[in-house]
């Protein structure tokens, strides 16, 4: 082809369209309609699974481009679906008893928030919400249903449009519970106006998106630190503000959504949560739409709300911060969490330092060592600190893998039992306190180091976990549920008793060397460090601080290590109920 | 007859309780049922006018729940322009295996975003399949029937632009563990490719090409990258405007190997890049090129710290050649070294280069560049 040819008929007719002018029909009239459409072309294109996608190709096969990851289901699945009046439950092997346990939780959640919205469908019902349910984290980033990027963490989506949702089967029932209510509160109250969605009219804010999410979500099912939080917030001055709560991203902002909703829905009733959704996709986010609903304006609420908060949370303002008095006990490596002695002066955590998620670290004397490149969601370390098993999902389903502290070399640990979830070394050695999902809630097992099961310690219908060995190896003290609150529990070898009565949650025990149980308890936001007697039940607050401790271990000769949230962090802290040591 | 009714009754017995078993009365009953894909309706967005003539744009989206089935289309009709662009992909996912199949008619643009190169007309179907061997490698396979034809060349684009038909083929090895935050991993692939001459279409060449890219934390704000690239053509029968091109930075799109329509996007990672040396300097059917890389994050004080806004320094070194009918295309060397800056905008790179070639002649250059260069 000559050079001179590189103009076709079709570009010829352009260029001749462009010399006309704009009263004769030429190109300057069109131009912005051409513009908008390739603009909308970008725009479709920037929203495609993948950013690096072909222009012209609109399959998804991973061969449409030179590099970036793809998702690689981890296993093959087996998907069946499970069929009922108001949902479709899809799910694979394995999850067969955790499927029929949904349909009841998901009946639990159509009947708590239908209700409500009812209005919303009138005149066009609410088709079958179709759940799809995935084992694991690394099942659900490697599936295609949840349309999100791969690297994406949360515990599950709704696709409104469609009325889909995907979720993680969480380790608990209490979190199943919770992810699924708030996800299928997303569909009731977006389904009904999908098609505004892409119309003229408003939008409603994140906040009362994720907060409606989260205030139909059962108070116990709630992620207990998104209350600690807002309650940080609260004693920082640090609450953001209406225009900042349209977008809703950490647990912050699903905090302080949630607080908003529940504010809104105590003064005004719950009604008004329906109408103010409704009017939001009819005027958006503005003075007039609360002047409407509620009778006041925006800036209004939002200060209201503020007083709301500062008189709700008053517990621990007065207390000292613990910043007064120690440091993290590691600078920088993220956020830190669940901090265990291994042994010869050596502490084993979790961080993700170098990683989205959280990886095993070991410090030994002031060194930091990096001990695995995998997802770590629960351990335990071996009375000698030479191992430590570890529970991942880097093949799909959660599965245990020991691990030697010396050479970092891991190895699958060959478990009975399915979906383990946490796991307890005894200070014998010979034997585990497993925590398992296998039906939907949680179950504690003995197991050998063969990974066979020895007993079953409680196969109750409610969750049963966070089992810790007396010193002596024959007691285990575990939490469970009682009446709305998480209380402790010890099972002798023979027999469960219950431990703790408190109108109040008592988490994470850890048996100490001392003989007595060291605790997480608190509620609404605001955990402390505890201790109770193993055969009295009697129980003193060790921690006198402002901040909310977790995971607290004790140590020889009396200092505790607990992971401290302050300013949306989490840190390891080195503290003793008897004060920081004076120097001098 | 009494014995042929003796003899014939074990048979009737053994008949029905053969067919018995159809009815599994006796299975154990299981409120599930097997998964079966259908493809429903996601959404369809249409945007049209019409002011006396019609313009439509309409893009749509189905799948199945669990979207192993997916069928996404795009139409643009322009009645003034007597325009009718389509394009239609369908995926299947099974397992590992992905395949897809896309019929399209389209004017593309082959060269970075914001210099034409050429635009050309291209219709086509192509079949794709891909072996997801885990997240971070994969093999694929193309085949693809193309028919096209220039729209537009600019003037300083080196090749006439051809029209014709061409029935390409691909397999291709990848690997990608590449983390940004941790400025850490390998980028690779290796490709074998070419062209048919079947089916009344006029091509018939074989292509090899690599890319090789590797990144060094060095500490927690420096890193440094390594990258080589090569590629060769045999056979005289391959469309020349899409032979390799280099010269400039992210001369995306221009070596699409038996990959035809290798249209890389804003975020493509460049195809080539040779800073100091102008846009579509160099084109032929053999080229090597190496980049040397070193980069700091300035601000925030650590990648996995970065939000909505950083900023990054680099100095580089590129060096590369290019052959045409087995003779060199330059005799200087064609290489050049500078530096630069990169603005990282709530995700998106925007990149400033300013770079000297070793060629005493040539003057140096500045380089605009969008999304990651490596």
């Known amino acids: 082809m000559r050079p001179d040819e590189g103009y076709t008929r079709a570009h010829a007719r352009f260029r001749a369209r462009l010399q006309r002018r704009p009263e004769e029909g030429g190109a300057r009239r069109t131009m912005g309609k051409r513009w908008f459409l390739w603009l909308l072309l970008i725009f479709v294109l920037i929203n495609s699974p993948f950013l690096s996608h072909a222009a012209i190709e609109l399959t998804n096969t991973g061969a449409e481009y030179h590099f970036g990851q793809v998702k690689s289901p981890p296993r093959p699945l087996e998907w069946r679906v499970l069929k009922d009046t108001h949902f479709e439950i899809y799910f694979y092997q394995g999850l067969e008893e955790v499927a029929l346990r949904c349909r009841s939780i998901l009946e639990e959640a159509y009947n708590r928030v239908y209700p409500d ?296 640990f060959p478990l009975a039992l399915g979906n383990p979830v946490e796991v307890a070394w005894s200070p014998t050695g010979e034997r585990l306190a497993v925590t398992v999902n296998t039906k939907g809630d949680t179950d504690i097992y003995l197991i050998s180091l063969e990974g066979e099961v020895l007993a079953c310690v409680t196969g109750g219908e409610a969750d049963e976990m966070s089992p810790s060995w007396a010193p002596d190896g024959e007691r285990l003290v575990y939490v469970s549920e009682q009446a709305g609150f998480d209380q402790l529990y010890i099972w002798d070898g023979k027999k469960n008793r219950l431990l703790t009565s408190a109108g109040t949650h008592h988490r994470e025990p850890v048996w100490g060397e001392d003989g007595r149980i060291y605790f997480t308890f608190g509620d609404r936001g605001y955990y402390r460090t505890a201790v109770v007697d193993p055969d009295e039940g009697k129980t003193e607050v060790l921690s006198p601080f402002q901040e909310t401790l977790l995971e607290s271990y004790p140590l020889p000769g009396g200092e505790i290590l607990s992971t401290v949230y302050r300013d949306g962090t989490y840190k390891i802290y080195r503290w003793s109920p008897s004060g920081p040591e004076r120097k001098g | 007859m009494k014995n042929t009714h003796c003899r014939l009754l074990p048979a009737f017995l053994s008949f029905f309780l053969l067919f018995s078993c159809v009815t599994p009365t006796g299975a154990e009953e299981v409120p599930w049922e097997p998964y079966r894909p259908r493809l429903e309706t996601e959404y369809i967005i249409p945007v049209i006018f019409y002011d006396g003539t019609l313009y439509a744009l309409i893009y749509g989206r189905m799948s199945s729940v669990l979207r192993d089935r997916e069928l996404q289309f795009f139409l643009w009709a322009d009645e003034e322009a007597a325009v009718f662009n389509y394009v239609l992909g369908y995926t299947r996912h099974h397992g590992k295996w992905s395949t897809g199949v896309n019929l399209y008619s389209m004017p593309v643009n082959i060269g970075p975003v914001w210099a034409s190169g050429v635009w050309e007309n291209q219709t086509g179907l192509s079949l794709l399949a891909a072996y997801r061997r885990t997240n971070e490698t994969r093999l694929t396979f193309r085949l693809q029937w193309e028919k096209f034809s220039p729209l537009y060349k600019a003037s300083s684009f080196p090749e006439d632009p051809d029209e014709g038909t061409v029935l390409g083929w691909e397999v291709k090895a990848m690997k990608d563990d590449f983390s940004f935050l941790a400025q850490k991993g390998t980028r690779a692939y290796i490709s074998l490719g070419g062209a048919l001459p079947l089916f009344n279409t006029g091509y018939r060449y074989i292509k090899v090409e690599e890319d090789w890219r590797r990144y060094y934390p060095l500490n927690d704000r420096v890193s440094a990258i390594f990258s080589l690239r090569g590629g060769k053509i045999w056979g005289d029968d391959y469309p020349s405007h899409r032979g390799f091109v280099i010269g400039g930075i992210q001369q995306a799109n221009m070596s699409g190997l038996g990959n035809l329509v290798n249209q890389g996007t804003l975020w493509a990672l460049a195809d080539s890049t040779l800073r100091g040396y102008p846009l579509f300097q160099f084109s032929g059917d053999g080229f090597f090129l190496g980049n040397l890389e070193l980069r700091t994050l300035l601000y925030p004080s650590s990648y996995y710290g970065l939000n909505f806004f950083g900023l990054l320094g680099t100095v580089f070194l590129d060096a590369g050649q290019i052959w045409k009918d087995g003779q060199a295309l330059s005799t200087c060397p064609t290489a050049a070294w500078g530096g630069g800056l990169k603005f990282f905008l709530g995700g998106l790179l925007v990149g400033v280069d300013y770079a000297v070639p070793m060629d005493p002649a040539a003057n140096p250059r500045w380089h605009l560049s969008l999304g990651e260069v490596f």
């Open chain 1, 117 to 412: 919205f009812s209005g919303f469908f009138t005149i066009n019902r609410l088709p079958p919400v179709r759940v799809i349910l995935f084992a694991s984290r690394r099942d659900f980033q490697n599936a295609e249903a949840t349309g999100t990027p791969l690297t994406a963490t949360p515990e599950g989506v709704a696709h409104f449009l469609v009325g889909r949702l995907a979720v993680i089967c969480q380790p608990t029932l209490r979190d199943l519970r919770g992810v699924l209510i708030h996800e299928v509160t997303h569909i009731i109250t977006l389904h009904p106006f999908r098609n505004r969605f892409l119309g003229s009219g408003g939008q409603p804010p994140d906040w009362l998106v994720e907060g409606l999410a989260e205030y139909y979500t059962p108070e116990e099912s709630r992620f207990p630190m998104r209350e600690g939080a807002l309650r940080d917030a609260v004693f920082r001055e640090k609450l953001t503000t209406m225009d900042q709560l349209r977008s809703v991203r950490g647990n912050l902002d699903y905090a302080q959504a949630w607080a908003l909703t529940d504010f809104i829905a105590r003064e005004y009733g719950n009604r008004s949560l329906a109408e103010l959704l409704k009017e939001f996709f009819i005027n958006g986010d503005r003075d007039l739409t609360y002047q409407k609903v509620l009778g006041l304006s925006r800036r209004e609420l939002w200060e209201n709300w503020r007083a709301d908060l500062q008189e709700r949370y008053q517990a621990g303002r007065d207390a000292p911060p613990i910043t007064s008095q120690y440091e993290p006990w590691i600078a920088g490596y993220g956020q830190q969490m669940r901090a265990v002695p291994a042994g010869e002066g050596r502490i084993v955590f979790l961080s993700s330092h170098q990683s989205k998620y959280f990886d095993l670290y070991l410090w030994e004397r002031g060194k930091i060592r990096r001990l695995t490149e995998e997802t770590v969601s629960a351990y335990t370390v071996s009375p000698d600190g030479g191992e430590i098993l570890f529970i991942s999902d880097k093949e799909g389903e959660n599965l245990l893998y020991r691990l030697e502290t010396v050479t970092g070399r891991i190895t699958p």
